[in-house]
């Protein structure tokens, strides 16, 4: 699957939530739709449809146990899109360690303020 198929599979908020509840574990067809329903007021059918689009896409698989049909993550899809991604990681990790950077010289520039005054 390509990583621009992935992200139209993504880009979806109620396949984003589903996978955020298979994220914690394997879980069975009514226990998603249930949650789904009531998080985004869609029907039965319409949350079956995203679990379709998910298996088929490759993000998830499923399994029958008895009548119940049990979900769960198919982290290949999910290792393309963190590849793909790889290649902008270093513009947010910049910032984020100039941000620490920042964070640790206020700190340590209030203690230093402290030190001087005599409060502590």
């Known amino acids: 699957m390509g990583s621009v198929h992935a992200f139209d599979v ?3 908020p109620v396949r984003r939530r589903i996978l955020e509840l298979l994220a914690v ?10 949650v789904i329903q009531d ?14 689009v998910l298996r088929e896409s490759g993000f998830a698989s ?21 590849a793909w991604l790889e290649r902008f990681r270093g513009f947010w990790e910049q910032r984020l360690d100039a941000l620490g950077t920042e964070l640790a010289r206020g700190r340590r520039e209030r203690r230093l303020g402290k030190e001087a005054s005599g409060d502590e």
């Open 62 to 82: 499923v399994r029958a146990e008895g009548t119940r049909r049990l979900y769960a993550v198919d982290a290949a899809p999910l290792r393309e899109v963190d």
């Open 25 to 34: 574990g394997e879980q069975a067809s009514g226990d998603i739709s249930a």
């Open 39 to 52: 998080e985004f007021g869609i029907s039965q059918p319409a949350v079956s449809q995203h679990l379709r």
């Open 10 to 12: 993504l880009g979806d």
